[in-house]
């Protein structure tokens, strides 16, 4: 007998994320973590548009909410020589979800430190009979047999063996999951030396007027200020060069030098309270899944975090994941639905990455015009317009989509818009977020709301046979009848007309489409893609 259906590796964003995904669909689940609590260091602190979706699922953007920054400090980027310096230029960001009036999801952009979010996350699980999490527990090996796979941790009190049917690693980069199972990261490694440091100083007089998600500096300080709290909690990353400096030189004294140097005032009251040396990646392991271990977050991809891609591809790929555990572990669908967690979610995590990267050396390009010191006003112009993609990715975060794995396609093509980083046009071809309408039905607001646990078929207002559609893990909607549909918007933002009908799974996403359904036909494809 497993000591649980799903086991954890790792209580960060991505492991807690699955926990609780895990605990709503009811699978036991056991979480272990080598630290012995939730790291205080702010580290993450963008939640994507979608991100914040997920949260207000499961009943926590509220309190998420009073933990971010306002809304001001989200509506561009300060590029400066020093904060106190000369002012190189701005970039308006453009990633909250309204355009031209029209409201595109139901929750904000945020600011938000991952410990602030990883502790409310916590508190809720502490609330959930069915999640254990076991701090001080470290992963020494992982093996499988034909039905299990085990983990063999070290705790306090000894070594002991944890059986589960899956084993997620969440265990973030340097995963000790991967390294056991010994899969390898592919691509850019090792192209950034960094410090990160968290800080108390009253910046003020040289932001409050200018409030932004980051401001950066140049030569011969290069930092980026981030605002956490608004308690004057801040972080910076210091990139340094590892020809001339170690991790280990940045004491607190000498990351509070760097940091005054960077804000340009040699006196600053400057109090540094953590450090954390990393290196900047781009990669993606080889493969995300290897017989029942499945690899999430950092473990199976590391970013760049120009864009704060990172902790949100993570808990998306638990989101992505979690279902398909419930589906074959409730004996509604085979094992081959696992199969599609490996076609869907690396492509994601390859073009997420190649995107950082590339807002990373749009930053560098920034600077190394502006330190060249003789670049013209238009060359610097030029450089930030260049830039512009990075703080303007409303299209990368809602429009992100499959082509291949747990979906029917239907023969169309996705929406063109002039860019698919900052742009999103609303659809509901199979393989994307289905869009958000504003409902009113059984206390969801929007139509994001049905989609948790269960497949939702969306039927047009004369499709008949209603009630032929019976599966225990699909819920059936009928427009006109369930849900009430003034001036036809729920049938046109999901183009099935008055006889479609549109299947969408418990994450979210389109799985199938026809705007001249039958009942027949839609109970074939969801017997289809269960069958995978």
């Given amino acids: 007998m497993p ?35 939730v790291n205080p260091h702010p580290r993450a602190r963008s939640v994507n548009v979608r991100t914040a979706e997920l949260f207000r699922q499961w009943g926590l953007l ?63 699980l502490d609330d959930d009979p069915g999640v254990q999490i076991h701090w001080d527990t470290e992963l020494a090996d992982v093996t499988q047999t034909a039905d299990h796979a085990v983990a063999t941790v070290s705790t306090p009190s000894g070594t002991r063996h944890i059986t589960a ?38 910046l003020g007089p040289w932001t409050d007027h200018r409030p932004a998600a980051l401001y950066w500096t140049t030569h011969p300080a290069r930092n980026v200020f981030q605002k956490i709290d608004t308690d004057n909690r801040w972080l910076c990353q210091i990139a340094y060069d590892p020809r001339t400096h170690q991790p280990a030189d940045f004491t607190p004294a000498m ?51 120009t864009g704060g891609f ?31 967690y490996e076609t869907e979610r690396p492509p994601i995590a390859a073009y997420n990455a190649q995107r950082s990267f590339e807002n990373a050396r749009s930053v560098g390009r920034i600077r190394g015009v502006f330190e060249s010191g003789d670049a013209t006003a238009e060359q610097v112009r030029e450089a930030l317009e260049a830039s512009a993609r990075y703080g303007n990715w409303l299209g990368m975060d809602l429009g992100l989509h499959y082509e291949q794995g747990c979906l029917i396609a239907d023969g169309t093509t996705p929406p063109q818009v002039n ?27 929007s139509t994001l709301d049905l989609y948790d646990t269960h497949f939702v078929l969306l039927c047009g207002t004369d499709l008949d046979g209603i009630e032929n559609c019976t599966h225990p893990m699909l819920r059936v909607l009928q427009i006109g009848v369930d849900l009430k549909d003034p001036g036809d918007r729920l049938a046109d933002a999901h183009a099935i007309g008055q006889r479609g009908a ?8 389109v799985a199938w489409r026809d705007p001249h359904a039958t009942t027949g036909a839609a109970m074939a494809a969801l017997d289809t893609l269960l069958a995978q």
């Fill in 3 to 37: 000591d649980a259906t799903v086991l954890i590796v790792g209580a960060g964003p991505a492991g807690l994320a699955m926990a609780i995904l895990l605990g709503r669909l009811g699978l036991d689940t056991i979480v272990v973590e080598r630290r012995s609590g």
């Fill in 62 to 124: 509220d309190e998420i909410e009073a933990v971010s920054l306002p809304l001001p400090w989200t509506e561009q980027f300060v590029y400066c020589e020093t904060l106190a310096g000369a002012e190189i230029g701005r970039i308006t960001t453009s990633v909250q979800p309204v355009v031209d009036g029209v409201e595109l999801s139901p929750a904000p952009w945020l600011l938000t430190s991952q410990d602030r979010i990883e502790e409310i996350l916590v508190r809720h």
């Fill in 165 to 202: 049917r899956w084993l997620v690693g969440a265990d973030g980069a340097g995963s000790a999951v991967s390294r056991s199972l010994g899969i390898e990261m592919a691509g850019r490694a090792g192209f950034g030396t960094l410090i990160n440091c968290q800080f108390y100083a009253d």
């Fill in 255 to 305: 990351a509070a030098q760097w940091i005054r140097r960077s804000v340009g005032v040699a006196d600053l009251d400057v109090n540094v309270t953590n450090i954390i040396g990393w290196v900047m990646s781009s990669t993606v392991a080889e493969k995300f899944t290897d017989g029942r271990v499945f690899l999430i977050g950092d473990a199976a991809h590391q970013l760049p975090p």
């Fill in 310 to 340: 990172g902790m949100n591809t993570a808990v998306q790929d638990a989101h992505n994941l979690a279902w398909k555990f419930a589906l074959v572990a409730g004996g509604h669908a085979g094992d081959r639905l696992l199969d599609t």
């Fill in 419 to 445: 860019d698919p980083v900052s742009d999103y046009a609303p659809t509901a071809r199979p393989g994307h977020r289905a869009p958000h309408v504003p409902i009113d039905f059984d206390g969801a607001t």
């Fill in 502 to 509: 549109v299947l969408i799974r418990p994450d979210g996403h």
